[in-house]
């Protein structure tokens, strides 16, 4: 199969010879035809050959205009042509220019040359084809007009370099062939390709008016190129990918039959340290049309790709979306190929033995960038960016390292990470349709497909053809497909078997509930979890039952080898299997839902032999897991919509976020899709039935009607929901206690466990419910409480505490109302106790029960940044600062501590603000609320505010925001009991009667002594100086006070001292002993 045809190569030929002889739309209508067949041929070549083909009079003219694009000169063209008479045919003798009669490649030389071939081996290849040359003596272009106006001139020459440098030597012009003169002064220039031959190389050398001299032309040593589809990895109906190695090293390789040659990645080539051997210059023609200069070679490059060996020759360049392109240049090698570029398989022969390449377009080297790209179409390319959907995934996590231990026994059982190769194994679970008994073979035509999703359909389907998954079918079964967006905006191949699934036996295998999975994680402090690659596709269709997996696309038929997805019944094999495998150890260290799988321990030392053991177990059944998907060794995980941690159960962020960006419900199916959602969390919500209630009525039938009521209850249920909490995980060996309320309104219970909540419960009132008694509300409230979390509770001795007091003798009564007893029977065989609890200090379960919340308010805080040109007004508005601020600028001495500072006003190099300005609340907000105060005291916010700001007042007005600040109130209140009042001790009525005295510290030393106790009467004020020397203890200042003041004046009837360690250390016990 040939890959470049001679339709092409001829097409080109006869586009860079065609001149206008008729009008220019017939002109154009020609050259459009020749370049639609020629697609090889870069823009600035057809907008080259376009101009030069025109007939001289409208060229001109057209070239006054300036036209940058092929569309712009045909467009110009026409309109110049209409306003001449130009379009009648040339006067008699005239040739414009043309090359009529003579067809490229048989244009007479004579001179030295060598015979140039295409050798796909080793040698490239030009733009548009081989080249066919005569030898002779003297190379030159045969003078068929002796009017040189009127001369032939062909629109391109093929030279080998021997007769390049004979025309030197004889001084001939390049463009005319005449001697005397050189190719800038030459009066027939034009534009032309030279195509220069050496050594059977051919390339392209282009000869423009700007050259200084005919020794200027540029040689280079070839001429390859390269698509824009290879360039950017777009996908083409010529290419196909598939993965290889080099050295080992992993790499992705395109093979291509629109490039000329092999091609490396530079990036490939240093990573492996390649040998590249020196060349000549060779260009590169881009995609875009451009063309890049290339130096260097690897020869005798090995690649190997699906067993087969390859060894080429490659030349290094920047690839963006492969490592390794194989051109021509191998597949002239090869020799006959069959390609099926629908299946992207290619089979040949290689020393007599088939070799049979399957393509996977699902492998990728890297998504090509916006820089990638505009690098790689250049400033004058040409290209267009389409975006069909925006796609914003989640931000990516923090990744939380793992340790050493773990990481050892990750790479003990690297192999359960690797893509799985072939056809899962036979296990002892297959997944089996059984359909009903005269069921007919189910056939639904497939769908109609969007263009944007046909390719990419091809794609998955050619995928998972050559990982095997898949096989062509025959089957009487047909159902069809469709993709649905996953989160990181690929696509995921699903196929609509509804109708299948109708007709089919269904599995009652049981499915586990979430919340009894999550019950089993008490006492857990370690986590890993593994989720697997693909869960569905590692488990084999029964074989009788392949058939009846086909479905249909738009360009074939194929049924599933493997268990696909949509099947009514797969979950349930899934699971069976799954629990087959690893129920020696679930719940002991295990939990399973399908393909999540949460490994759970108490220690990282036992985490390693758990991991250790179902790594092991997936390993030895040929399971993968998907390394991306995996989270190992974490003391927080994410499993089935919950976050688990050491510390309790919380809702998923990304759910509550979900939840919180809901819009408004326009119908009732946006409002269930609501409802669902918040209700799968609504254990973690007090209230959640009443809340949701005025929402829950619009389900009814024509019920339909959003008011503000409705609006408030949905707004009300997000801001719940947002502001759940991390309930504690249950504990068996612990009791339960439940706490229930009713309202007149609503029932609500919490379920607890050491004071610590485990889950809530509410439910709203039918009118008929709030029309019966309080008590039976109450007992209500109860049964519902013991009913829902009966798994619990059941065969264990629990405690209800409720704000009914009768209630607490209910189990006691001998005779009980008909009423109530239809509600006592729903509870017999439950073993608890009824305590009462006031209602003030049942609040957990009173607010669950209230559908009108206490109301709060919340205050919104935010940092203000502050203008300098807010405080340049606020000093213009102030009179005083104003006036001293001129006064500054007037006379700098008048005020030394104020200076002005480009127009500001400062004082000590600190920026004045005027004290009633609104300013200074923000500021304060700053230094004392923000990050950089952390509520600090009134002398730790005082010293942060006056290194940059100075007003007057400023310490009272510090102090007076710190003692109304409420964080400080609230968290640095003080410890001490509150002082009495200050109360005048009374005026004494005798001398001595009434002292007070105290120690003066800190003295120079004098003989010895430092301190002075000074002992004071009240009332005529004398006074006692007695001298103490430390350390001094309480002994001794009672022995002293006694002999100098008691001996004098007897013992006071009162003393007032302050609160010093003498005094209350002993003094008084010593005092009076003595």
Request: hydrophobic residues 35%.
């Given at each position: 199969e040939d890959f470049v045809g001679d339709e092409e190569i001829c097409a080109g030929q006869r586009l860079l010879t065609l001149r206008q002889e008729g009008t220019v739309k017939e002109y154009c209508r020609d050259f459009i035809g020749l370049a639609t067949n020629a697609p090889e041929v870069p823009e600035f070549v057809l907008e080259w050959t376009f101009m030069n083909g025109l007939r001289p009079e409208i060229r001109t003219r057209t070239e006054t205009f300036a036209p940058r694009t092929l569309a712009m000169m045909m467009s110009t063209a026409k309109k110049v042509a209409s306003w001449t008479d130009s379009e009648?045919?040339?006067?008699?003798?005239?040739?414009?220019?043309?090359?009529?009669?003579?067809?490229?490649?048989?244009?007479?030389?004579?001179?030295?040359?060598?015979?140039?071939?295409?050798?796909?081996?080793?040698?490239?290849?030009?733009?548009?084809?081989?080249?066919?040359?005569?030898?002779?003596?003297?190379?030159?272009?045969?003078?068929?007009n002796p009017n040189r106006q009127n001369r032939v001139k062909p629109p391109f020459r093929r030279l080998t370099q021997a007769e390049v440098e004979w025309r030197k030597a004889e001084g001939m012009c390049f463009c005319c062939d005449e001697k005397g003169h050189s190719r800038p002064q030459c009066p027939y220039k034009e534009f032309q390709l030279l195509i220069v031959q050496e050594d059977g190389h051919e390339v392209e050398m282009e000869e423009s008016d700007e050259d200084s001299d005919e020794e200027a032309i540029q040689t280079i040593a070839g001429v390859a190129t390269l698509s824009l589809n290879s360039m950017v990895g777009i996908s083409s109906p010529r290419i196909v990918k598939m993965g290889g190695t080099i050295q080992g090293e992993p790499v992705v390789i395109l093979i291509d039959s629109g490039e000329t040659h092999n091609f490396i990645s530079e990036k490939i080539v240093t990573q492996l340290g390649l040998r590249v051997e020196g060349t000549k210059g060779?260009?590169?023609?881009?995609g875009t049309g451009l063309t890049v200069q290339g130096q260097g070679i690897c020869k005798e490059v090995e690649?190997?790709?699906?067993?087969?060996?390859?060894?080429?020759?490659?030349?290094?360049?920047?690839?963006?979306?492969?490592?390794?392109?194989?051109?021509?240049?191998?597949?002239?090698?090869?020799?006959?190929?069959?390609?099926?570029?629908?299946?992207?398989?290619?089979?040949?022969?290689?020393?007599?033995?088939?070799?049979?390449?399957?393509?996977?377009?699902?492998?990728?080297?890297?998504?090509?960038?916006?820089?990638?790209?505009?690098?790689?179409?250049?400033?004058?390319?040409?290209?267009?960016?389409?975006?069909?959907?925006?796609?914003?995934?989640?931000?990516?996590?923090?990744?939380?390292?793992?340790?050493?231990?773990?990481?050892?026994?990750?790479?003990?059982?690297?192999?359960?990470?690797?893509?799985?190769?072939?056809?899962?194994?036979?296990?002892?679970?297959?997944?089996?349709?059984?359909?009903?008994?005269?069921?007919?073979?189910?056939?639904?035509?497939?769908?109609?497909?969007?263009?944007?999703?046909?390719?990419?359909?091809e794609k998955l389907v050619a995928t998972m053809l050559a990982a095997g998954i898949i096989q062509e079918s025959t089957s009487p079964f047909s159902s069809p497909v469709l993709l649905v967006k996953k989160k990181n905006g690929s696509w995921r191949f699903c196929v609509d078997y509804r109708a299948l699934n109708k007709v089919t036996v269904g599995d009652s295998y049981p499915i586990p509930m979430i919340d009894q999975l999550l019950d089993e994680l008490h006492g857990a402090v370690i986590f890993s979890k593994l989720d697997l690659r693909a869960g569905y596709h590692q488990i084999r269709v029964r074989a009788e039952d392949v058939p009846k997996t086909a479905f249909r696309t738009h360009d074939g038929h194929y049924e599933f080898l493997v268990m696909p997805f949509g099947l009514t019944n797969a979950p349930s094999t899934f699971q069976s299997l799954m629990n087959d495998l690893f129920r020696p150890y679930l719940r002991r260290f295990v939990l399973m839902l399908f393909d999540d799988i949460l490994v759970y321990s108490k220690s990282e030392a036992e985490h390693q032999g758990h991991l250790r053991t179902v790594l092991q177990v997936l390993t030895d059944n040929q399971l993968f897991a998907n390394s991306k998907k995996c989270q190992f060794g974490s003391q927080k995980v994410d499993y089935l919509g919950h976050v688990i941690s050491a510390e309790g159960v919380a809702a998923d962020p990304a759910k509550v976020q979900a939840m919180v960006d809901w819009p408004v419900p326009r119908n009732v199916k946006a409002l269930r899709g609501f409802l669902g959602l918040t209700g799968y969390y609504r254990k973690f919500v007090k209230g959640y039935g009443e809340i949701a209630r005025p929402l829950t009525a619009l389900l009814k039938k024509d019920q339909f009607q959003w008011s503000q009521k409705v609006e408030d209850a949905f707004q009300s249920l997000k801001v719940a929901m947002s502001t759940v909490p991390?309930?504690?995980?249950?504990?068996?060996?612990?009791?339960?206690?439940?706490?229930?309320?009713?309202?007149?309104?609503?029932?609500?219970?919490?379920?607890?466990?050491?004071?610590?909540?485990?889950?809530?419960f509410s439910q709203a009132q039918t009118e008929r419910q709030r029309l019966k008694s309080v008590y039976e509300r109450e007992l209500m409230a109860i049964v519902f409480a013991i009913q829902k979390w009966k798994h619990y509770l059941l065969g264990r001795k629990f405690l209800v505490r409720t704000d009914q007091k009768s209630l607490k003798f209910l189990l006691e009564q001998r005779e009980i109302n008909l009423e109530y007893q239809r509600w006592l029977t729903k509870i017999l065989g439950f073993d608890f106790e009824i305590q009462y609890k006031p209602g003030l200090e049942n609040k957990a379960a009173d607010a669950l029960s209230r559908?009108?919340?206490?109301?709060?308010?919340?205050?919104?805080?935010?940092?203000?940044?502050?203008?300098?040109?807010?405080?340049?007004?606020?000093?213009?508005?102030?009179?005083?600062?104003?006036?001293?601020?001129?006064?500054?600028?007037?006379?700098?001495t008048s005020h030394p501590d104020y200076s002005v500072v480009q127009g500001r006003l400062f004082m000590k190099g600190r920026l004045v603000l005027p004290a009633a300005s609104p300013l200074v609340k923000l500021v304060l907000q700053e230094f004392h609320d923000g990050k950089m105060g952390g509520h600090g005291?009134?002398?730790?916010?005082?010293?942060?505010?006056?290194?940059?700001?100075?007003?007057?007042?400023?310490?009272?007005?510090?102090?007076?925001?710190?003692?109304?600040?409420?964080?400080?109130?609230?968290?640095?209140?003080?410890t001490l009991a509150p002082a009495g009042l200050l109360q005048p001790l009374p005026v004494p009525k005798q001398v001595w009667e009434d002292i007070s005295m105290d120690f003066v510290e800190g003295l120079p030393k004098s003989d010895g002594y430092d301190v002075v106790m000074v002992v004071v009467d009240r009332l005529t004020k004398y006074a006692h100086f007695v001298k103490l020397s430390h350390p001094y203890e309480s002994p001794d200042v009672a022995l002293l006070f006694v002999n100098e003041v008691v001996r004098l004046h007897g013992y006071p009837r009162t003393i007032v001292s302050d609160r010093d360690r003498t005094f209350t250390g002993g003094f008084w016990n010593e005092l009076y002993r003595l």
């Open positions: 009648a045919p040339p006067p008699r003798g005239y040739s414009g220019g043309s090359n009529r009669g003579n067809k490229v490649g048989s244009t007479k030389h004579q001179g030295p040359t060598n015979q140039g071939g295409f050798r796909p081996q080793n040698k490239p290849i030009t733009t548009f084809g081989p080249a066919k040359t005569t030898n002779a003596n003297a190379p030159r272009f045969e003078d068929r060779y260009g590169v023609v881009m690649l190997s790709v699906q067993g087969l060996s390859v060894v080429a020759q490659f030349l290094p360049l920047e690839l963006g979306s492969a490592d390794v392109i194989l051109g021509m240049q191998w597949l002239e090698s090869v020799g006959d190929m069959v390609c099926n570029w629908k299946l992207q398989k290619l089979s040949f022969k290689v020393e007599g033995r088939q070799v049979e390449l399957q393509g996977n377009p699902g492998i990728c080297c890297s998504p090509v960038t916006l820089k990638g790209l505009w690098k790689a179409l250049d400033q004058e390319g040409q290209g267009v960016i389409i975006e069909y959907g925006g796609v914003q995934g989640p931000k990516p996590e923090e990744e939380v390292p793992v340790t050493e231990g773990i990481q050892s026994v990750l790479r003990e059982f690297q192999s359960v990470f690797n893509e799985p190769q072939g056809l899962p194994p036979t296990r002892g679970r297959e997944h089996a349709i059984e359909l009903t008994p005269g069921a007919a073979p189910v056939s639904v035509r497939p769908f109609r497909y969007p263009q944007i999703q046909r390719e990419e359909l991390v309930l504690a995980l249950v504990d068996f060996s612990l009791p339960f206690v439940i706490e229930s309320d009713a309202s007149g309104v609503g029932l609500g219970a919490v379920l607890m466990q050491q004071k610590q909540p485990i889950a809530y559908i009108d919340a206490v109301p709060q308010l919340c205050a919104l805080s935010m940092h203000v940044a502050i203008q300098l040109s807010e405080i340049d007004e606020a000093i213009e508005k102030d009179e005083e600062l104003s006036k001293l601020k001129q006064e500054v600028v007037t006379d700098a005291g009134v002398l730790k916010t005082q010293r942060r505010v006056s290194e940059m700001f100075f007003w007057k007042g400023m310490l009272a007005d510090i102090r007076q925001y710190v003692v109304e600040c409420q964080v400080c109130q609230r968290h640095k209140y003080s």
